[in-house]
């Protein structure tokens, strides 16, 4: 964390543990500050906290497999967004927006395409187009402050929860 950077290691697909597909997977990118105090939070008060173990590990098995992404998808982010009144969202919406506002505040494509991590430009140029920015932000912006409000209201509960 105190380099900033985040480096993929593994994946987690359908269950299995595997390595990253492409060159393209594998490349670090750089967290804001703000993202990296929220990561040294988490890792002070997750009991998975060793270097082995899964920034968001399943407490099933002790940190030495991530949290199910369908049931993390389900249990956490679909009740904020739904608060936040957006529609059903999945994984790839997140990969939509990062897109999208980055197209329209100038990044090349090139820019883009790296941060999705795509080893091919075509699947950032074609796949993840631009969809009506102003009302996205708006809906953003209130998602991120519902979100804000939810982990300080539910923080102490929600980790007896998940790790009682």
Same mark, same amino acid.
């Given at each position: 964390?105190?380099?900033?950077? =985040?480096?993929?290691?593994?994946?987690?697909?359908?269950?299995?543990?595997?390595? @990253?597909?492409?060159?393209? &997977?594998?490349?670090?990118?750089? @967290?804001?500050? !703000? =993202?990296? !105090?929220?990561?040294?939070?988490?890792? &002070?008060?997750?009991?998975?906290? *060793?270097?082995? !173990?899964?920034?968001? #590990?399943?407490?099933?098995?002790? +940190?030495?497999?991530?949290?199910?992404?369908?049931?993390?998808?389900?249990? /956490?982010?679909?009740?904020?967004?739904?608060?936040?009144?957006?529609?059903?969202?999945?994984?790839? &919406?997140? %990969? /939509?927006? =990062?897109?999208?506002? +980055?197209?329209?505040? +100038?990044?090349?494509?090139?820019?883009?395409?790296?941060? @999705?991590? /795509?080893?091919?430009?075509?699947?950032?140029?074609? =796949?993840?187009?631009?969809?009506?920015? *102003?009302?996205?932000?708006?809906?953003?912006?209130?998602?991120?402050? @519902?979100?804000?409000?939810?982990?300080?209201? #539910?923080?102490?509960?929600?980790? %007896?929860?998940?790790? #009682?």
């Amino acid at each position: 964390m105190e380099s900033r950077v =985040v480096r993929f290691r593994r994946a987690f697909v359908q269950g299995r543990i595997t390595p @990253l597909k492409t060159e393209a &997977s594998r490349t670090e990118l750089a @967290l804001p500050e !703000d =993202v990296v !105090d929220l990561l040294v939070q988490w890792r &002070s008060i997750t009991p998975y906290n *060793q270097p082995q !173990d899964w920034v968001f #590990g399943s407490p099933f098995n002790k +940190g030495r497999r991530p949290l199910w992404p369908s049931q993390l998808l389900k249990d /956490h982010v679909q009740p904020v967004a739904v608060k936040a009144g957006l529609p059903k969202i999945g994984w790839h &919406s997140f %990969r /939509h927006t =990062v897109s999208a506002w +980055g197209k329209e505040a +100038g990044f090349t494509l090139e820019e883009v395409k790296t941060l @999705l991590r /795509h080893e091919n430009i075509a699947t950032t140029s074609q =796949v993840y187009g631009a969809p009506q920015m *102003q009302a996205k932000r708006e809906t953003a912006t209130a998602f991120g402050g @519902l979100c804000e409000a939810e982990s300080r209201a #539910g923080r102490a509960g929600n980790r %007896r929860k998940m790790f #009682g």
